[in-house]
Nanobody, 127 residues
């Protein structure tokens, strides 16, 4: 069982930056591939970014590529999402998710592949 707790959300002006953190419980954090998803009001939850258990491989949604960076610190059981050049359309509740994997270099970008989810953190970008 893995528990995930997101933090770092808030209100920021367009063009600004935020860094989200997701702290995970457990002693085998590197065995979990991690992902970030978001859900805007009235819309379905969508994929944002993913990272393999080793941290070597990452994958991004086209809408955030070049602006967002996913990273992880396995010693701290934490995954991050650095968000730069934020736009009003980035406004959403951001969720981190985890999936146990035996392939340290693999990432996942489909929601149904993830087993554990955090409670979410609100990001609001004003224009």
């Amino acid at each position: 069982q893995v528990q995930l707790v997101e933090s770092g959300g808030g209100l920021v002006q367009a063009g600004g930056s935020l860094r989200l953190s997701c702290a995970a419980s457990g002693r085998t954090f590197s065995s979990y591939a991690m992902g970030w998803f978001r859900q805007a009001p009235g819309k379905e939850r969508e994929f944002v970014a993913a990272i393999s258990g080793s941290g070597v491989n990452t994958y991004y949604a086209d809408s955030v590529k070049g602006r967002f960076t996913i990273s992880r610190d396995n010693a701290k059981n934490t995954v991050y999402l650095q968000m730069n050049s934020l736009k009003p359309e980035d406004t959403a509740v951001y969720y981190c998710a985890a999936v146990l994997t035996y392939y340290s270099g693999r990432y996942y970008y489909r929601q149904y592949e993830y087993d554990y989810w955090g409670q979410g953190t609100q990001v609001t970008v004003s224009s």
